[in-house]
């Protein structure tokens, strides 16, 4: 409740919002940053209007006023007096009066996007300040990038990935656009639409281009989202849109008439899509499962997944996303679809491209940096791009965004020179550290036959040299393979892998184990995790620790001794670190995330030589590109025997690299001896 000199202060501020002069449609001027005049208008609503706190109710009622005000402009000659905005010598209430029979009449002009109940849920002196900021300002006469700035400014912060839905930053679908190049007379749907990002930026492609006679439409079955999807073409003037809320999975049939009317399979041109991803939204139900292939188990027969007739209790939505949007296309089509990246590794999902091939081709894939939808998810993506036409092509397009314009937090970042300084355009602007707009070139370069060098910007590989149906572009990243490839010719080293090793049995690997959480803190007997290893060592945590009754169990099983190297093989970016096993360290369980290394044959690998080795830049990297995305966890499986190890051919820099390493170990080694004593002396 406000008190009565908060009432005071905010009728003190009406006034102050009040306008010298009356404002005419002639005195309105285009405006050049509606996203600064948005991020005043939310953060106004944050911390001063009452009632209104969750962003979506923000976003709503900003939506009805920036509506009035269309509405307004566009039914006002040049010399008559404007509506929404604010007028000298006029009482609050004659001012809401006047802002509720204007949004009365855009509610009957713009039935499709509000209901007839819906009201501007704002007090008078709120309303009468946020249309201060609007007042002097034409919308419709504004730039498309403008307004499309803005809006995405407004419904970013709006909305952060309910069910499964994140809003796919600008510049990737900028990208999406760039590579699949929508035409004239061409039929587009997003079917899984949102807010609408996709359609309003293909619509300001086709308007750029000077394409005609296109056929828009979307479908989204959250209610809301259709709408603003309908507000955001809207506010870029166009006004021949067909949006739907629908259940994009559900069977056609079940769709409204209208719907059905311009929506059928086998009939689109082009399609792009963030579809929503996630195991803990699975879709459900006998009647949708049963329209798609891949609502079926599939078996796998000697590497070969072939279709089962056994249904499926369930499916994430983004495996049914891709076999709908294939049923879209006609032949001939082509898609861009977001894609969670485990999909495009994981050996369980290989029956989903057993699919895809089946009845597309696909002529490029895009890795998107771990950071792309943060701060929303840090679920990793890629783009997958697809020609509906049985698999003929005898290349695929890859490349890597490794940067995206922002970092994890959302905030811009730019590119930097080796000196520290920021690269700077002719104009002396920041350019910012993007490699989608790259991509698209190169892509472009691809069809024109023009790719001189490749890199992770941009390469090819043939669907012949495809490894177990992994569709990951980091997995080929060229610029790796290039740096193998010099280091077989080199003199300097020969090389082998890890599998090969453990095949002539001068390694030998074992996993650890699963304890379970409840035996946490049951002793003093370290459990190792892979947050325990940091820095070339192992960091003990006491709360973590069992009883020896659980040590007893796993002792001859798990078998660790002084010398064996335990190695990170899952987790989120901790994979690849390393630690040598020292005498403080032996009496231990290692979970199952860990891998135990053993060199067995001494006098042919020096265990403090393959260490520095697995810690090596070129292994390293190799690890980065062979990691894997399964559900939500990373790992590097069984790829860890696939690791190239390059050997000094040199026993003189073998024996000082092993001696070195060796002396680092037991320096840190004796360190920790001293800090155990000093504590054990201690009161």
Request: aromatic share 10%.
């Amino acid at each position: 409740m406000r008190t009565n000199s908060q009432t005071f202060d905010l009728f003190q501020s009406a006034e102050l919002n009040k306008p010298k002069k009356l404002i005419y449609k002639k005195d309105l001027t285009p405006i050049n940053n509606l996203k600064i005049v948005f991020r005043d208008i939310r953060d106004y609503f944050a911390g001063n209007v009452t009632g209104i706190s969750r962003d979506e109710k923000i976003a709503q009622n900003i939506m009805r006023i920036l509506f009035c005000k269309i509405y307004d402009e566009k039914n006002k000659s040049e010399k008559e007096l404007t509506d929404i905005s604010n007028r000298p010598n006029e009482s609050l209430n004659d001012f809401v009066k006047r802002v509720k029979n204007i949004f009365d009449r855009t509610k009957s002009n713009y039935s499709d996007i509000f209901d007839i109940e819906e009201e501007i849920e704002i007090q008078p002196q709120d309303l009468s300040y946020i249309i201060s900021k609007l007042e002097n300002y034409s919308l419709i006469t504004a730039n498309r990038d403008i307004i499309a700035d803005a809006f995405e400014e407004l419904i970013g912060i709006s909305f952060r990935g309910g069910e499964g839905q994140f809003f796919t930053p600008r510049n990737v679908v900028q990208m999406m656009i760039e590579i699949l190049q929508p035409q004239s007379n061409e039929r587009i749907i997003d079917p899984s639409c949102g807010s609408g990002g996709f359609l309003a930026h293909i619509l300001q492609y086709l308007i750029i281009n000077r394409s005609y006679n296109y056929f828009i439409t979307g479908i989204d079955k959250d209610l809301f989202l259709s709408k603003l999807s309908k507000i955001y073409l809207k506010l870029l003037g166009e006004t021949d849109y067909h949006i739907f809320c629908e259940n994009s999975l559900e069977h056609p049939e079940k769709w409204d008439k209208e719907t059905k009317k311009h929506i059928e399979l086998n009939s689109f041109d082009l399609i792009l899509t963030n579809p929503p991803f996630g195991a803990k939204i699975p879709v459900i139900g006998h009647n949708i499962l049963k329209q798609y292939e891949l609502g079926h188990y599939w078996n796998n027969n000697d590497e070969k997944w072939i279709l089962n007739n056994k249904l499926r209790d369930k499916q994430p939505p983004q495996i049914l996303f891709i076999e709908r949007v294939i049923q879209l296309l006609k032949e001939g089509g082509r898609a861009g679809i977001v894609l969670p990246e485990g999909i495009f590794g994981n050996p369980s999902d290989r029956y989903i491209w057993e699919y895809i091939r089946k009845y597309a081709s696909i002529i490029s894939i895009v890795s998107l940096s771990q950071e792309t939808f943060q701060p929303s998810t840090h679920t990793k993506t890629s783009v997958v791009f697809l020609e509906k036409k049985k698999m003929s092509r005898k290349v695929i397009f890859m490349a890597i965004a490794n940067a995206v314009g922002h970092d994890k937090n959302g905030k811009e970042i730019y590119k930097i020179k080796k000196d520290g300084y920021h690269i700077l355009d002719k104009n002396n602007i920041k350019i910012l550290d993007d490699d989608t707009p790259a991509i698209a070139q190169n892509f472009k370069n691809f069809l024109n036959n023009e790719i001189e060098k490749e890199n992770h910007l941009g390469f090819l590989i043939e669907t012949k040299n495809l490894k177990d149906n992994i569709f990951i572009p980091e997995f080929y990243n060229p610029e790796i393979e290039q740096q193998l490839l010099e280091l077989k010719k080199s003199e300097k080293y020969h090389i082998t892998t890890i599998g090969e090793l453990i095949k002539k049995g001068v390694l030998g690997i074992r996993r650890g184990n699963e304890i379970g959480s409840r035996h946490y803190g049951t002793g003093n007997i370290p459990f190792i995790r892979t947050t325990d290893i940091v820095n070339w060592e192992i960091k003990i945590n006491p709360v973590k620790a069992v009883s020896k009754e659980i040590y007893d169990k796993y002792k001859i099983l798990q078998d660790v001794k002084e010398n064996d190297i335990l190695f990170v093989n899952d987790g989120t970016f901790l994979i690849g670190r390393s630690a040598i096993v020292t005498n403080l360290d032996v009496k231990c369980v290692i979970q199952s995330h860990l891998r135990k290394i053993r060199v067995l044959k001494k006098n042919e690998l020096n265990p403090f030589y393959l260490f520095y080795i697995l810690n090596s830049n070129i292994v390293q990297k190799q690890i980065e590109i062979k990691t894997f995305v399964q559900a939500t966890l990373s790992t590097l499986g069984n790829r860890i025997n696939e690791l190239i190890l390059p050997i000094h051919n040199n026993e003189k820099e073998i024996e000082k690299i092993t001696n070195e390493v060796k002396l680092i170990i037991e320096e840190k080694t004796l360190l920790r001896e001293r800090s155990i004593k000093l504590i054990e002396k201690s009161v």
